[in-house]
């Protein structure tokens, strides 16, 4: 029976995160539409959710085009990987105490690890599509991620400082006093910029840009490989919520409700905030990315690092 | 109207009235060169501007008396802000000897106005650096714009694309970076060619734009138009003067009325017709309301082009509201096709008062919203300000009015300097930018929206009894009270209606201030019912020939942050 625990574990955890990726088509096109004045899908099933259903029927059953002038193995590599390194950052997330595929000490180091994977899918798809859009997209994407990868780790140590700890679980446990929102507060803000850049949505869509590169490094793409990406898109969001609930609310620590619905409202309430950033902000350039990532953000990330550690240090 | 007259001396050409009072002469061809230099250069209060350069077919005009002998007269309009005066120049050509020297070393928006005198009349300039079609595809054979040449696809012939036809076709769309005056690279760097359009989310229509990159650099840009040609003046031989007043909707076809409002108001001048209080009123009231509705459209893109996805769908929700408005008064919603000449279709309906003042009620606190929600977005400051900036100067120089002249820094409004349909009496003030830039340009446009919504109060409250309709021979529908009184009347009626009013012959130019810039109607009556050469002089042609020079040197979001700025519509561009 223990032996079958870690495989039901996961079973459980691929089916949540699946699912609720593809529910997220639903719930953004409905939240965008609540923010835009409009209605958004409503018509078919109750309040429109059987539009989840069309959609990826849809997208299985369209034609599974490949351009004769792209580089094949690559072109159909790169929608696998974003999925799959996504969905290899959900081996360490604790949904609850102790529901966790693989408890490892070094938790955060290998979620910021597997998440970052993440851009090799965005610039093989850039490259490999043979497609000038595309080979921009990926350009950006690149840039983007020398941007802000250095500071999204670097806002998450003040975390590990307080919490001593590098394992999930422990930091969840070290604040049953306090979120750590409250005293790392400015790690906090620089790691949502951070995770929304490294999940590549608007305000920081530079690699897709619709209005300036087409669809960017997925202009080529079509059909399930699109949706792959599509998923991807999601399931990202799904996890930079997570780590943003583990590492500065608490995550499933809450009164009266169980862990696990107290962990999911939270990540839910993130992912809206997610989609309301899509429903407000413009897009910057990337050098204006770039430049305020490594003048601005970088230094700030240190110095947070910095004061944590001497604040640490002073009050043991 | 100005009444200032160039000193005789100064040009050394033959004079012809004209009806709209624009100081006209006949150059000769050797002379017209150092005329334009002269005029554009040396003058004191030169005319800085190259408003307009066109072509007239005359072989078969009967009315030209006094004017030499000419096949193809090109026409130049010129205009000077010191003097707020027009000037227009005209060459005559022979049959055989179609050429004459290129101006564009006197200004650079001469490029496209040549080269589209060469597509439409196959007048060739010499020495223009880029003697090619324009608006016509490459392959395509006569010059539409001569009589001679077939004005429907139902007198050309049956169409048949065969292979050879087609192979040809596509080899002429091959890209060679010579034909569009780009290098291939540099010092061993070899540069990307990136297509952006005709089919481009950023481009807001079928436009075609050649980028010459260095990595995301662009280092020249080649627009490409055409794609929406639909040979709107080539309709406008063909129509009469009446019933080709719903093909000007469709010009600028964000613009609604404002287009009728620009060509009305030449035939006005040529037939002599004034409007009454009231019908000038509810046109004014009618223009500045779709000046609101176009603005909104530019507003919502803007912030679309720039990756905000939400303002505009708040803003085509408040441009339903003003379509309410539209339909209630005019039966239709973007292409009304309300105004005639002489007046207005209709007079107001019942409770039109209460719609206006409801809407203007409405709309400001609106427009403080969305200035907190795009403009003092810093996001939005961050793309918009310092990009593609440009000087009063060259601003003049190429052609640009409007808006996008104004939020360079000059204060020059059509409907304050050289009003028209009553605009002296409204009180409104004229936004003014000071760099240039892409937020300058939207500052003055959402400043404008504020003033237009001040007018259209000024119309409601003081609007006009009386007829909206003038009492003309010409106005049409005519009067329709005195036809069941005498046979005369109802013969002219029968006549008028059935086969459109006969505006006496003359040339007159009428321009206005329109929703991008300045839009002119230079109109051509040889005593027939309909024109005999219509022109039309679109904001967004000269804009868009200013883009590669906004856009060099900087990155392609700035393209699309230029292109969205500059308020432009495809339709407008080719006509």
């Known amino acids: ?316 | 109207m100005s009444t200032a007259v160039l000193p005789d001396q100064l040009v050394s050409g033959i004079p012809q009235a004209t009806c709209d009072g624009i100081p006209t002469y006949w150059i000769d061809r050797g002379q017209i060169h150092a005329t334009l230099r002269e005029l554009i250069e040396d003058v004191p209060q030169p005319y800085k501007m190259l408003y307009d350069l066109t072509a007239i077919d005359e072989r078969g005009r009967r009315h030209r008396d006094g004017q030499p002998a000419s096949d193809f007269t090109v026409v130049y309009h010129l205009l000077s802000f010191e003097r707020n005066a027009y000037i227009r120049l005209k060459v005559a050509l022979e049959m055989g000897h179609l050429s004459l020297p290129t101006m564009t070393d006197l200004s650079p928006a001469a490029n496209w106005y040549e080269r589209e005198v060469f597509d439409m009349f196959g007048i060739v300039f010499e020495e223009h650096p880029h003697m090619e079609r324009i608006l016509m595809p490459r392959s395509w054979v006569g010059h539409p714009l001569r009589k001679d040449h077939p004005a429907r696809a139902t007198e050309l012939g049956p169409f048949l694309l065969t292979d050879e036809k087609q192979d040809a076709e596509q080899e002429a769309l091959r890209f060679r970076p010579e034909e569009w005056g780009m290098r291939r690279g540099r010092e061993g760097t070899d540069f990307i060619f990136l297509n952006v359009g005709p089919q481009h989310p950023g481009t807001h229509g079928v436009l075609r734009i050649v980028l010459e990159l260095d990595g995301e650099e662009i280092l020249d840009a080649v627009p490409d138009i055409g794609f929406h040609h639909r040979g709107a003046e080539k309709m406008g031989e063909r129509q009469t003067w009446h019933t080709y007043i719903p093909y000007t909707d469709r010009v600028d076809y964000l613009g609604g009325v404002m287009n009728n409002m620009a060509y009305l108001t030449g035939v006005e001048k040529l037939a002599g017709i004034t409007v009454p209080p009231r019908g000038q009123t509810i046109r004014v009231m009618m223009c500045e309301l779709f000046r609101i509705i176009s603005h909104l459209v530019w507003y919502g893109t803007f912030a679309q082009d720039l990756g905000q996805m939400s303002p505009v769908f708040y803003m085509f929700n408040d441009r339903e509201i003003a379509f309410g408005i539209v339909e209630a008064i005019c039966g239709a919603r973007m292409h009304p096709n309300w105004f005639r000449i002489g007046g207005v279709a209709q007079d107001l309906p019942a409770g039109w008062d209460k719609m206006f003042r409801d809407f203007l009620d409405y709309l400001p606190s609106k427009l403080d919203e969305y200035d907190r929600i795009v403009m003092r977005n810093k996001l939005f400051q961050a793309r918009t300000k310092g990009v593609g900036g440009c000087t009063v100067e060259e601003a003049i120089q190429w052609g640009m009015t409007g808006p996008n002249l104004r939020a360079a820094g000059f204060g020059w409004d059509f409907r304050k300097k050289q009003p028209y349909s009553g605009y002296e009496q409204y009180e409104f003030d004229v936004p003014v930018g000071v760099n240039g830039d892409c937020y300058d340009r939207a500052t003055v446009h959402v400043e404008e929206m504020r003033q237009s919504l001040r007018i259209i109060r000024q119309c409601v409250d003081n609007m006009p009894g009386g007829p909206c309709n003038a009492e003309h021979r010409l106005t049409t529908p005519p009067p329709k009270a005195q036809t069941m009184h005498d046979i005369e009347t109802l013969i002219h009626h029968f006549l008028s209606v059935s086969w459109g009013p006969v505006i006496p012959p003359g040339e007159a130019l009428a321009a206005i201030e329109a929703t991008k810039g300045n839009n002119g109607y230079y109109l051509v009556s040889d005593g027939g019912n309909g024109s005999y050469r219509t022109r039309i002089r679109a904001p967004s042609f000269p804009h868009m020939q200013m883009l590669p020079k906004l856009c060099r040197g900087l990155m392609i979001p700035d393209l699309l942050a230029i292109l969205g700025s500059l308020d432009y519509v495809l339709a407008d561009i080719d006509r």
């Open chain 1, 1 to 316: 029976m223990s032996a079958l625990y870690p495989l039901l574990i996961i079973a459980v955890v691929l089916g949540i995160v699946l699912n609720l990726a593809g529910g997220l088509i639903w719930v953004e096109r409905r939240l965008l539409a609540l923010w835009q004045d409009r209605y958004g899908p409503n018509r078919v099933g109750p309040f429109g959710l059987g539009q989840v259903v069309a959609d990826s029927v849809k997208l299985f059953t369209k034609e599974d085009w490949i351009p004769p002038f792209a580089d094949k193995p690559v072109f159909v590599l790169a929608p696998a990987v974003v999925v799959a390194t996504s969905l290899l950052a959900f081996a360490v997330i604790p949904f609850a105490a102790g529901f966790v595929i693989a408890d490892l000490s070094v938790g955060i180091l290998f979620l910021l690890a597997a998440s970052s994977l993440g851009v090799y899918s965005v610039v093989l798809a850039g490259w490999s599509s043979n497609n000038k859009y595309a080979l921009l997209g990926g350009l950006r994407a690149t840039a983007q991620m020398l941007s802000y990868e250095v500071f999204m780790g670097l806002s998450l140590m003040g975390v590990v400082i307080m919490a001593g700890s590098f394992r999930l679980g422990d930091i969840v446990e070290a604040q049953r006093h306090m979120w750590y929102v409250v005293p790392q507060f400015a790690g906090f803000v620089m790691f949502l910029i951070a995770g929304v850049a490294e999940t590549r949505r608007l305000p920081f869509d530079l690699a897709e840009s619709e209005s300036e590169l087409i669809a960017g490094f997925h202009s080529e793409y079509s059909g399930m490989k699109f949706g792959m990406f599509f998923v991807g898109e999601y399931i990202g969001v799904i996890l930079i919520s997570a780590m943003l609930t583990l590492c500065y609310f608490g995550g499933w620590l809450g009164p009266v409700l169980p862990g696990p619905v107290w962990f999911g409202l939270k990540t839910m309430a993130f992912i809206c905030l997610f989609i309301l950033f899509r429903a407000a902000l413009p897009r910057p350039r990337f050098d204006q990315l770039m430049s305020w990532g490594w003048k601005v953000l970088l230094p700030l990330a240190l110095l947070n690092l910095l004061v944590t550690g001497a604040a640490v240090l002073l009050l043991r």
